[in-house]
């Protein structure tokens, strides 16, 4: 049996970071969701009409859904088998027999050393060895610190999150209609996510976590927030997971005390480098496009172009031409918005009326 971040004869690595890969990935797809709200033509889907049960049905949602749900369920199953090795590695691999409290006594008490297969458990029996352990032994560490996953309520949503995923991988038809996932993901999911994250035994391990947003929201707590106000608010919603997908793709590096001044200068000519070419195409598209230009609200940089189509129309009188606004885009993160996030202050982004304001 491998322990973590020990190498095999073939090898094969076992790494505990690997959950946070997953972590990584699930949180990558969910954010994606919003842009199936236009992924078939110009003029995007109300977020509106995307909460509301009815016929939309996108392929690109149900790849990301399917992304996200088995992703998020193998976070908490390594999860759950890292905390039953933290206390012993034999709790984590199957056995010959049942695992009962009596098993769990003689594994204890270093009475069962053999018998073990070398696969390892699967989700719904991590939880279950890990309540009867908290049943036999409720003062153990490990136990104490993750008693919260054991709570009744967050049990139940994990079990639901392994049903979703048993569901995907066995029948295929399944997923979760786009504001069902929001409230499941943003209200149950995430409180979960945040109290693994702030364990001691892994608030080092960053490499999950996207940058700073500009603006000093945090994209995950304000979810959390915002999913448990009523009537929720979708379009808000939409542009939080906006914010944070960009905020995966921000390239600016960011300074710090700790820099050498050796990894300084790399870090500002790495910035340069990429300002100097967005800059140029933001020059470009501005010229094109008549862009406005706004500073964006998730990498800082003054890249937020607002994009507009050229558009003939006819009224009951004559043919007139005039511009429409087709997009806000960021040049420098990707941080993309379309029409259908009607209040664009929602998040304190300063311009407020852009849509409404083009007659």
Same mark, same amino acid.
């Given at each position: 049996?491998?322990?973590?971040?020990?190498?095999?004869k073939?090898?094969?690595?076992?790494?505990?970071?690997?959950?946070? %890969?997953? @972590? *990584?990935? +699930? $949180?990558?797809?969910?954010? #994606?969701?919003?842009? /199936?709200?236009?992924?078939?033509?110009?003029?995007?889907?109300?977020?509106?009409?995307?909460?509301?049960?009815?016929?939309?049905?996108?392929?690109?949602?149900?790849?990301?859904?399917?992304?996200?749900?088995?992703?998020f369920?193998?976070?908490f199953? %390594?999860? @759950? *088998?890292? +905390? $039953?090795?933290?206390?012993? #590695?034999?709790?984590? /691999?199957?056995?010959?027999?049942k695992?009962?409290?009596?098993?769990?006594?003689?594994?204890?008490?270093?009475?069962?050393?053999?018998?073990?297969?070398?696969?390892?458990?699967?989700?719904?029996?991590?939880?279950?060895r890990?309540?009867?352990?908290?049943?036999?032994?409720?003062?153990?560490?490990?136990?104490?610190?993750?008693?919260?996953?054991?709570?009744?309520?967050?049990?139940?949503?994990?079990?639901?999150?392994?049903d979703?995923?048993?569901?995907?991988?066995?029948?295929?038809?399944?997923?979760?209609?786009?504001?069902?996932?929001?409230?499941?993901?943003?209200?149950?999911?995430?409180?979960?996510v945040?109290?693994?994250?702030d364990?001691?035994?892994?608030?080092?391990?960053?490499?999950?976590?996207?940058?700073?947003?500009a603006?000093?929201?945090?994209?995950?707590?304000?979810?959390?927030?915002?999913?448990?106000?009523?009537?929720?608010?979708?379009?808000?919603?939409?542009?939080?997971k906006?914010?944070?997908?960009?905020?995966?793709?921000?390239p600016?590096?960011?300074?710090?005390?700790?820099?050498?001044p050796?990894?300084?200068?790399?870090?500002?000519?790495?910035?340069?480098?990429?300002?100097?070419?967005?800059?140029a195409?933001?020059?470009?598209?501005?010229?094109?496009?008549?862009?406005?230009?706004?500073?964006?609200?998730?990498?800082?940089?003054?890249?937020?172009?607002?994009?507009?189509?050229?558009?003939?129309?006819?009224?009951?009188?004559d043919?007139y031409?005039?511009?429409?606004?087709?997009?806000?885009?960021?040049?420098?993160?990707?941080?993309?918005?379309?029409?259908?996030?009607?209040?664009?202050?929602?998040?304190?982004?300063?311009?407020?009326?852009?849509?409404?304001?083009?007659?």
């Amino acid at each position: 049996m491998l322990s973590a971040n020990e190498k095999d004869k073939d090898g094969w690595i076992s790494n505990d970071s690997a959950a946070f %890969l997953s @972590l *990584k990935t +699930a $949180l990558h797809a969910y954010f #994606e969701t919003y842009r /199936v709200s236009f992924e078939k033509s110009q003029n995007p889907i109300k977020i509106s009409k995307l909460a509301k049960p009815g016929k939309f049905d996108s392929n690109l949602y149900k790849s990301l859904y399917f992304t996200t749900i088995t992703q998020f369920q193998n976070f908490f199953e %390594l999860i @759950l *088998k890292d +905390a $039953l090795r933290k206390i012993d #590695e034999l709790f984590a /691999v199957k056995w010959n027999e049942k695992f009962t409290a009596s098993l769990y006594r003689k594994i204890k008490s270093k009475e069962l050393c053999s018998d073990v297969f070398c696969q390892s458990i699967e989700f719904t029996e991590a939880l279950k060895r890990l309540k009867i352990i908290q049943k036999e032994n409720p003062k153990e560490d490990v136990v104490k610190k993750m008693d919260f996953l054991l709570v009744k309520e967050n049990a139940e949503t994990l079990n639901l999150l392994n049903d979703l995923r048993n569901r995907i991988w066995h029948r295929g038809l399944y997923y979760l209609f786009y504001p069902k996932l929001d409230c499941f993901i943003c209200g149950k999911i995430f409180p979960l996510v945040k109290q693994v994250t702030d364990l001691d035994w892994y608030t080092e391990n960053k490499e999950w976590i996207y940058k700073n947003l500009a603006c000093d929201i945090d994209p995950i707590n304000s979810l959390i927030s915002e999913i448990s106000k009523r009537p929720i608010n979708y379009e808000k919603i939409a542009l939080l997971k906006e914010m944070g997908r960009a905020a995966y793709h921000n390239p600016i590096i960011r300074l710090d005390d700790n820099c050498s001044p050796i990894e300084r200068a790399f870090k500002v000519n790495c910035n340069y480098e990429t300002m100097k070419y967005v800059n140029a195409k933001v020059s470009t598209a501005r010229n094109e496009f008549l862009s406005e230009v706004y500073d964006c609200p998730v990498c800082g940089q003054n890249t937020f172009l607002k994009y507009e189509l050229y558009d003939t129309s006819f009224d009951e009188n004559d043919r007139y031409s005039h511009y429409i606004p087709e997009k806000l885009k960021c040049e420098t993160c990707s941080f993309e918005i379309r029409s259908n996030i009607e209040e664009l202050s929602l998040c304190g982004i300063n311009c407020k009326n852009f849509w409404k304001d083009h007659d």
